[in-house]
C-alpha cells in the first residue's frame, strides 16, 4: 500500500480544520429580501403595505390609529447577538408621524420588548434619525439625532423626504448595547452614528415588522418604500460571556472588548440612559404565519482559498 507524503498529510489536515472553523463562525442570514419577487411579508392592511412590483420595493403607509402592520415571522426565535439593515425611501412623513422597522414580538408594539427599532421620527417636525430599544421587562433606551434627544451632544442630523437611506442596527449582547449607522447611498461616510445601552433582557425575537402599532396621534401618515433588507445572526460575536472558575481562584468573567460601530463621526456623546418603565399594553393577535423569500448568500471564500492553496500544492509536488 502507497501512502501519501507526509506534508500531504498534514495540509489536509489543516485544510479540514479551516472548512470546520469556517463552519463554526461564518456568520448565518436569517432572511433577506430584495423585493424583487413578493418577499412574504403578512398584512393586515394590503392597501398600506404591499409589494410593489413596479419599482421591485416594500410600500408602506403608517398611519396612527390603525393598528396596521406587516410582518415577516422567523421560522425561529432568535436569540444571540445580530445586524438588521435595509433601505429607506421616506416619500411623505407628516408632522407628528414617524417610520416604524424593527424586530421584535408576534405582537408588533412599538412601545413593548423586546424590540429594536429604527424610525425616521417627525413627532415634531423635526425629521429626526431614531434608535429605540426595549427590553423584555419594557425598560426603554432611546437616542434621536439632535442635542439633548436622549442625552445626544452631537450635531443635529435630519432626514429628507425623498432621499433614500441606508440603516444598520447590530445588537451586542456581551456589551448590553445596540448601535445605529445611516448612509447615503452617494456616502459610505456615516451620515449618523451612534448606540444606547440597554438594562433587561433581548431574547426570543420573532418578527421583523412596520408598525403603527402605539402610535399615539390618529391619522398622521408616514408613506414610502423599503428595500434590500437583510437580518444576519452575528455566529462570530460571543452572545454570553463565559467564566472559568478554578478550585484556588475567584471566578473572574472575561469580556471581549468594546466593538465601535462602523466608522467614526464628528458626533460623540454618552448613550448611558436612565430607564423608562413603559406602560403595560394589550397586544394584538400574532399574524399569520408567512412564507419566508430567501436570498441565497456569497459564495463562501475561505474554503475555496483553503482547495485552491491544497490542490496547487499538489501540482507541484507532481513536477518535483
Given at each position: 500500500?502507497?501512502?501519501?507524503?507526509?506534508?500531504?498529510?498534514?495540509?489536509?489536515?489543516?485544510?479540514?480544520?479551516?472548512?470546520?472553523?469556517?463552519?463554526?463562525?461564518?456568520?448565518?442570514?436569517?432572511?433577506?429580501?430584495?423585493?424583487?419577487?413578493d418577499?412574504?411579508w403578512?398584512?393586515?392592511?394590503?392597501?398600506?403595505?404591499?409589494?410593489?412590483?413596479?419599482?421591485?420595493?416594500y410600500?408602506?403607509?403608517?398611519?396612527?390609529?390603525?393598528?396596521s402592520?406587516?410582518?415577516?415571522?422567523?421560522?425561529?426565535?432568535y436569540?444571540?447577538?445580530?445586524?438588521?439593515?435595509?433601505?429607506?425611501?421616506p416619500?411623505n412623513?407628516?408632522?407628528?408621524s414617524?417610520?416604524?422597522?424593527?424586530?421584535g414580538?408576534?405582537?408588533?408594539?412599538?412601545?413593548?420588548?423586546?424590540?429594536?427599532?429604527?424610525?425616521?421620527?417627525?413627532?415634531?417636525?423635526?425629521?429626526l434619525?431614531?434608535?429605540?430599544?426595549?427590553?423584555?421587562?419594557?425598560?426603554?433606551?432611546?437616542?434621536?439625532?439632535?442635542?439633548g434627544?436622549?442625552?445626544?451632544?452631537?450635531?443635529?442630523?435630519?432626514?429628507?423626504d425623498?432621499?433614500?437611506?441606508?440603516?444598520?442596527?447590530?445588537?451586542?449582547?456581551?456589551?448590553?448595547?445596540?448601535?445605529?449607522?445611516?448612509?447615503?447611498?452617494?456616502?459610505?461616510?456615516?451620515l449618523?452614528?451612534h448606540?444606547?445601552?440597554?438594562?433587561?433582557?433581548?431574547?426570543?425575537?420573532?418578527?421583523?415588522?412596520?408598525?403603527?402599532?402605539?402610535?399615539?396621534?390618529?391619522?398622521m401618515?408616514?408613506?414610502?418604500?423599503?428595500?434590500?433588507?437583510s437580518?444576519t445572526?452575528?455566529?462570530?460575536v460571543?452572545?454570553t460571556?463565559?467564566?472559568t472558575?478554578?478550585?484556588?481562584?475567584?471566578?473572574?468573567?472575561?469580556?471581549?472588548?468594546?466593538?465601535?460601530?462602523?466608522?467614526?463621526i464628528?458626533?460623540?456623546?454618552?448613550?448611558?440612559?436612565?430607564p423608562?418603565?413603559?406602560?403595560?399594553?394589550?397586544?394584538?393577535?400574532?399574524?399569520p404565519?408567512?412564507?419566508?423569500t430567501?436570498?441565497?448568500?456569497?459564495?463562501?471564500?475561505?474554503?475555496?482559498?483553503?482547495?485552491?492553496?491544497?490542490?496547487?500544492?499538489?501540482?507541484?509536488?507532481?513536477?518535483?
Amino acid at each position: 500500500m502507497v501512502f501519501p507524503p507526509n506534508h500531504m498529510v498534514l495540509k489536509l489536515f489543516v485544510f479540514l480544520a479551516i472548512i470546520s472553523l469556517y463552519s463554526v463562525y461564518a456568520d448565518q442570514v436569517l432572511y433577506s429580501s430584495d423585493f424583487s419577487e413578493d418577499p412574504g411579508w403578512k398584512t393586515n392592511s394590503e392597501t398600506s403595505f404591499y409589494h410593489d412590483e413596479e419599482s421591485g420595493r416594500y410600500h408602506y403607509l403608517i398611519e396612527g390609529g390603525t393598528g396596521s402592520y406587516a410582518s415577516y415571522q422567523l421560522p425561529d426565535a432568535y436569540t444571540g447577538p445580530f445586524t438588521l439593515e435595509f433601505d429607506v425611501t421616506p416619500a411623505n412623513t407628516g408632522t407628528k408621524s414617524s417610520f416604524r422597522l424593527g424586530l421584535g414580538k408576534e405582537g408588533m408594539d412599538s412601545q413593548k420588548g423586546p424590540l429594536v427599532l429604527a424610525e425616521l421620527y417627525n413627532q415634531n417636525d423635526e425629521h429626526l434619525f431614531s434608535l429605540t430599544a426595549i427590553s423584555k421587562e419594557n425598560l426603554r433606551s432611546q437616542i434621536l439625532s439632535m442635542p439633548g434627544k436622549g442625552s445626544y451632544s452631537g450635531k443635529t442630523i435630519r432626514f429628507a423626504d425623498g432621499t433614500t437611506y441606508h440603516i444598520k442596527m447590530t445588537w451586542y449582547p456581551l456589551d448590553e448595547r445596540v448601535s445605529i449607522t445611516v448612509t447615503t447611498p452617494d456616502s459610505k461616510l456615516p451620515l449618523f452614528s451612534h448606540f444606547v445601552t440597554v438594562s433587561g433582557k433581548m431574547e426570543d425575537f420573532t418578527n421583523l415588522f412596520l408598525t403603527s402599532i402605539g402610535e399615539g396621534q390618529n391619522g398622521m401618515k408616514a408613506e414610502g418604500y423599503i428595500d434590500n433588507i437583510s437580518l444576519t445572526a452575528l455566529t462570530s460575536v460571543p452572545g454570553t460571556t463565559e467564566a472559568t472558575p478554578t478550585a484556588t481562584e475567584t471566578p473572574e468573567i472575561t469580556l471581549v472588548p468594546t466593538i465601535v460601530p462602523d466608522a467614526p463621526i464628528e458626533e460623540t456623546g454618552t448613550a448611558d440612559l436612565e430607564p423608562e418603565i413603559l406602560p403595560e399594553r394589550t397586544p394584538l393577535p400574532a399574524p399569520p404565519t408567512p412564507t419566508p423569500t430567501q436570498k441565497a448568500g456569497n459564495l463562501p471564500v475561505l474554503p475555496i482559498i483553503a482547495v485552491l492553496t491544497l490542490f496547487g500544492s499538489v501540482s507541484l509536488t507532481r513536477r518535483r
